[in-house]
């Protein structure tokens, strides 16, 4: 099962993954210092637009960052889904090695079920992440129900 992920957003809001339940999650590591973070980011926000009626929900974990940088970040890229602050690495330390804590970006798919479904270690492009993602959402929208019309 996924580690409990709460706290503040790069934004000063609350955010808490339990929320998300029953939900694809797509958690993405990144920081605006990282260059492979930069050459992912426009997939990432093309793939949370196209797949955000599938009940897929994008969330980001900014790691070791400060939250004006971050935050120029998603402006530049135009990101809208929320992301952690996590500016000494303490978020990661919660996936007990499923994240390393080098691997920046870094990015993993949460089932609706909460379990870890995929993970890609390294920056990611819209055609592997965007088959990743529909792939999931279909196989528990359909073996479940998962909230998918029928």
């Not at 260059?35 to 897929?56: D, N, Q």
């Amino acid at each position: 099962m996924t580690p409990k992920l709460s706290g503040a957003t790069i934004n000063n809001d609350q955010l808490d993954l339990a929320d998300l339940r029953g939900k694809v999650i797509v958690l993405n590591v990144w920081g605006s210092w990282c260059a492979p973070c930069r050459a992912e980011a426009p997939a990432l926000k093309k793939v949370s637009e196209v797949t955000y009626e599938l009940g897929v929900r994008f969330v980001g974990i900014d790691t070791r960052d400060n939250d004006a940088a971050a935050r120029a970040f998603e402006r530049n890229y135009g990101i809208t889904y929320p992301s952690f602050r996590d500016p000494d690495g303490k978020l990661l330390l919660g996936f007990n090695g499923r994240i390393p804590l080098s691997a920046v970006p870094s990015t993993v798919l949460i089932g609706r079920d909460g379990r870890i479904a995929a993970r890609v270690i390294g920056a990611t492009t819209y055609t592997t992440l965007s088959e990743l993602v529909k792939d999931l959402a279909a196989e528990k929208a359909g073996k479940n129900g998962g909230g998918a019309a029928k």
